[in-house]
């Protein structure tokens, strides 16, 4: 056996490697990866873009939305909900990578690291809410066009909303994807169960005049009351008055932080199935 | 190191007085109702290159999930470095470095982005962080590219990136999963001369899965698997040893009549295996003009070897390491591999 010219290998401390350092880590890949694709940055962006202007104008004025403080055009309605579709869409990017990072990719490596299993959702989650509440806020942009005026107070309330919105929508799809073995899956949840959440949170139409039990869904919807909390925010004017915005970011608030817990149970779960 | 030859305790061959680095006992899993592993024992001792041998369906790649702490075994134990897998999670991941052979690495991000993350994730940081990704990125031999996307790498470069990362945080055991897939010869030699490199000059106990006896052959030791049992564990000089002599095979259009013929008027064991008659035999060249006189005509070509690592799988399992099966259904036996991989 050739003699050994180096020191054995080292055996490292017994400390444990902590939780801040790793978390941040993955949560700036997750920005820096999302950036890199640039097919993907357009998509997201693009689409909700494109869907706004065009189903907003296409309605035109035959759509009113009756409100106390006069009547909306759908363009104007529908910002809120172009809004939220930003947010979701960069969600279910994230939670894609979930399930196509575990079997082949960087996943298996932060699995088999020194880690809390947290770290992954906070990473996950965080860099994922982090992405989709950054595109939503640069909507913004756009809202001037339809006559909103923010104050300070107002702009960062908005901010934080959509963060709320982003982090809540995040985490369930985390939640959902994590036990999952295949993106094709995925689609299926997407188009039966996130989209519709979406339809039926106010986005597309008020919950102030839908039918009976659509209102009922919609009230059990808790993208709703986020809807709302945007609403009223961003046209004070015309709030119905069935939620107050301090319910419905209270609601949502509350949501977001079952959402979190649960993301954290699923992923710290280990079972004598693979990769779990 | 002295090495006993004793032919019945050819599997008890161990260095001196080393504990094990890795000590596997009783190791069952199961994939539903199939049996993936069924009481596996081994051990595994320092500085030592060891490999897990088996076609598809052996087991080998869930004892690497297992060792690798990616997944929990039905029942028994596997301890490395003192501590239990099952158990000690996160202690033994401070231990190991893990090359998979799914691809881990994030093409988007460039080498030492990679590297870099990865360190975060052991709890390296900083400058020192820094000067351990120079350096294991210099030992692999990627150091001039290390700001590059990983996406422009060949796929041989790509393997060398995610051996750096399994051993940027310098574990002192090291586990690849057929670590050789889709490399070509060339770089499959420069693969197992880093790790002879490793093993000598640092003392990495390194474990290696493979189902290429080619590559079984150059493991210090090696541990055969076959359908969830272990069938056989020593060097592979001593494997071979135990098959008494050379192999010799036979073609015939009744190979069945002509075992059993053979068998009587020579008094050895034979078997049918994939349709030729294999015996064992001391200096077998001196048998070949025997038989082919007993059996004038009969036999249509006649085969002497060397044992090699298939014949002790054969030897003691009784069938071949591919089967038509098996063979067929490589690619059906990898999406079921996906599948429960989840």
């Known amino acids: 056996m050739a003699t050994r010219t180096e020191a054995l290998p080292n055996v490292p401390a017994a400390t444990s490697v902590g939780t801040l350092i790793p978390a941040l880590s993955l949560w700036k890949r997750e920005v820096v990866r999302f950036y890199r694709n640039r097919s993907r940055v357009i998509g997201v962006i693009a689409s909700p873009l494109l869907f706004w202007l065009v189903i907003g104008s296409g309605f035109g004025s035959s759509f009113r939305a009756n409100s106390a403080a006069g009547s909306q055009n759908y363009l104007t309605f529908f910002y809120t909900g172009a809004l939220t579709m930003i947010v979701l869409f960069t969600a279910i990017f994230t939670m894609m990578s979930v399930i196509e990072d575990r079997n082949e990719g960087f996943l298996l490596s932060v699995l088999v690291a020194p880690v809390n299993r947290s770290v992954i959702v906070l990473g996950k989650v965080l860099g994922g809410a982090t992405l989709a509440a950054g595109q939503g806020i640069v909507f913004l942009v756009f809202a001037p066009l339809i006559g909103v005026h923010f104050t300070l107070v107002s702009f960062v309330l908005t901010c934080l909303t959509i963060f709320l919105i982003a982090f809540s929508l995040t985490a369930l799809g985390f939640i959902i994807a994590w036990p999952m073995d295949s993106t094709q899956a995925f689609h299926a949840i997407i188009n039966l169960f996130l989209i519709p959440l979406w339809l039926l949170s106010g986005a597309m139409f008020s919950i102030a005049h839908a039918s009976r039990w659509i209102a009922l869904v919609m009230r059990l919807n808790p993208l709703t009351y986020g809807t709302e909390a945007l609403r009223d925010l961003l046209f004070p004017a015309s709030a119905p008055a069935d939620f107050t915005f301090a319910t419905s970011f209270g609601i949502l608030a509350v949501f977001t932080a079952i959402m979190f817990g649960v993301a954290f149970l699923v992923a710290n779960r280990r079972t004598t199935k693979p990769a779990a | ?342």
């Open chain 2, 1 to 342: 190191m002295t090495v006993a030859l004793n032919t019945t305790a050819l599997s008890e061959v161990r260095p001196a007085t080393q504990p094990a680095v890795i000590s596997v006992q009783h190791l069952r899993h199961v994939y539903g109702d199939r049996k993936a592993l069924d009481g596996v024992s081994f051990e595994v001792y320092p500085a030592e290159i060891f490999g897990l041998l088996g076609p598809n369906g052996s087991g080998k790649t869930t004892m690497f999930r297992i060792l690798s702490t990616l997944m929990l075994p039905v029942d028994g134990r596997a301890v490395i470095m003192g501590f239990d897998a099952a158990r000690q999670p996160d202690q033994v991941r401070k231990q190991i470095g893990v090359v998979f052979q799914a691809p881990s690495i994030d093409v988007k991000l460039t080498a030492a982005e990679n590297l870099r993350h990865v360190g975060h994730l052991y709890g390296l940081k900083g400058k020192d962080l820094s000067a351990r990704i120079n350096e294991t990125l210099s030992r692999v031999g990627l150091l001039d590219r290390a700001n590059e996307p990983a996406e422009t790498f060949s796929g041989g470069m790509q393997r060398r990136l995610e051996l750096a990362k399994g051993l940027l945080h310098r574990p002192a055991v090291l586990l690849l999963d057929e670590p050789t897939t889709g490399l070509d010869p060339g770089a499959r030699r420069d693969l197992w001369q880093y790790l002879s490199i490793l093993r000598d000059e640092q003392g990495v106990t390194i474990i290696v899965t493979t189902h290429l006896m080619e590559e079984a052959e150059r493991c210090g030791r090696l541990a055969i698997l076959s359908e969830g049992h272990l069938v056989a564990l020593g060097t592979p000089t001593e494997l071979k040893q135990e098959i008494g002599g050379d192999v010799i095979l036979l073609e015939a259009k009744d190979p069945e009549s002509l075992a059993k013929r053979v068998s009587a008027r020579f008094g050895v064991e034979t078997a049918v295996i994939d349709g030729k008659v294999r015996l064992e035999r001391e200096q077998g060249h001196r048998f070949v003009p025997d038989v082919v006189e007993a059996f004038p005509g009969e036999i249509e070509s006649l085969t002497v070897a060397k044992p090699t690592l298939e014949d002790v799988f054969i030897h003691r399992t009784g069938h071949r390491f591919w089967t038509e099966d098996q063979a067929g259904s490589e690619t059906a036996a990898k999406k079921d591999k996906k599948k429960k991989k989840h």
